[in-house]
């Protein structure tokens, strides 16, 4: 009877094993399913999925163009600040983002260059020009105090949202050197041709919109 209930003891040890090692199995399976699935969802920027509305699709054989959304601009526009991008909008009107006191009209966002300060003072500037939210500020005087700029009166996102029916939006990236905009022989003040090591590259993303 002794050596009947210690083998019925191994047995049920070794179900218990069984049993514990399968959960284990089959939990370590589905987290990696999960980080599958989160890794191919985190990055939806480097996906083409044609037809599906949450990937954007080829614009053209440029695989440096494609056509997309808003849940594609915004991003990049709160990005550009912390990622040295410039964004240039192609409106097709009179539409622009803001204007200076010197009643330019600016499509283009390059905050590196307008002298914003912090990222908080980024924020506020890009909620200002997208969403036309100046509560951060306390109202838009205070705004156009802070910046220097009149927003324009349709804020970006609405602009945008608007016109999706009617236009598809292309994105195209590309990159410059900001001291090559320094002359056309990319000399630096003293003449001398600017060393590739002393370049500072910059990305630059293009908005296009294109009737459909």
Same mark, same amino acid.
């Given at each position: 009877?002794?050596?009947? &209930? /210690?083998?019925?003891?191994?047995?049920?040890? #070794?179900? !218990?094993?069984? $049993?514990?090692? %399968?959960?284990?199995?089959?939990?370590?399976?589905?987290?990696?399913?999960?980080?599958?699935?989160?890794?191919?969802?985190?990055?939806?920027?480097?996906?083409?999925?044609?037809?599906?509305?949450?990937?954007?699709?080829? &614009? /053209?054989?440029?695989?440096?163009?494609?056509? #997309?959304? !808003?849940?594609? $601009?915004?991003? %990049?526009i709160y990005r550009a600040y912390k990622e040295n991008y410039k964004i240039i909008f192609k409106f097709p009107d009179?539409?622009?983002?803001?204007?200076?006191?010197?009643?330019?009209?600016?499509?283009?966002?390059?905050?590196?260059?307008?002298?914003?300060?912090?990222?908080?003072?980024?924020?506020?500037?890009?909620?200002?020009?997208?969403?036309?939210?100046?509560?951060?500020?306390?109202?838009?005087?205070?705004?156009?105090?802070?910046?220097?700029?009149?927003?324009?009166?349709?804020?970006?996102?609405?602009?945008?949202?608007?016109?999706?029916?009617?236009?598809?939006?292309?994105?195209?990236?590309?990159?410059?050197y900001m001291e090559d905009l320094s002359g056309a022989n990319r000399e630096d003040e003293t003449g001398s041709p600017i060393s590739d090591?002393?370049?500072?590259?910059?990305?630059?993303?293009?908005?296009?919109?294109?009737?459909?």
């Amino acid at each position: 009877m002794e050596n009947a &209930a /210690d083998a019925l003891k191994i047995a049920g040890s #070794v179900l !218990l094993f069984v $049993i514990a090692l %399968s959960v284990a199995v089959l939990s370590f399976t589905t987290a990696r399913e999960a980080i599958d699935t989160v890794l191919s969802f985190s990055d939806r920027e480097s996906l083409t999925i044609a037809g599906d509305e949450r990937f954007y699709y080829l &614009a /053209d054989d440029n695989d440096t163009n494609r056509y #997309v959304g !808003l849940e594609t $601009i915004i991003p %990049s526009i709160y990005r550009a600040y912390k990622e040295n991008y410039k964004i240039i909008f192609k409106f097709p009107d009179s539409h622009y983002l803001y204007m200076t006191n010197s009643g330019e009209e600016v499509s283009t966002i390059d905050l590196l260059n307008t002298n914003i300060g912090d990222d908080l003072s980024s924020r506020q500037f890009l909620n200002g020009i997208v969403y036309g939210n100046y509560d951060d500020l306390g109202g838009i005087i205070n705004y156009q105090t802070k910046f220097s700029i009149t927003p324009h009166s349709e804020p970006l996102y609405e602009y945008i949202n608007s016109r999706l029916s009617t236009y598809n939006i292309k994105e195209s990236l590309g990159t410059y050197y900001m001291e090559d905009l320094s002359g056309a022989n990319r000399e630096d003040e003293t003449g001398s041709p600017i060393s590739d090591v002393n370049k500072n590259e910059k990305r630059v993303i293009t908005y296009e919109f294109i009737a459909k």
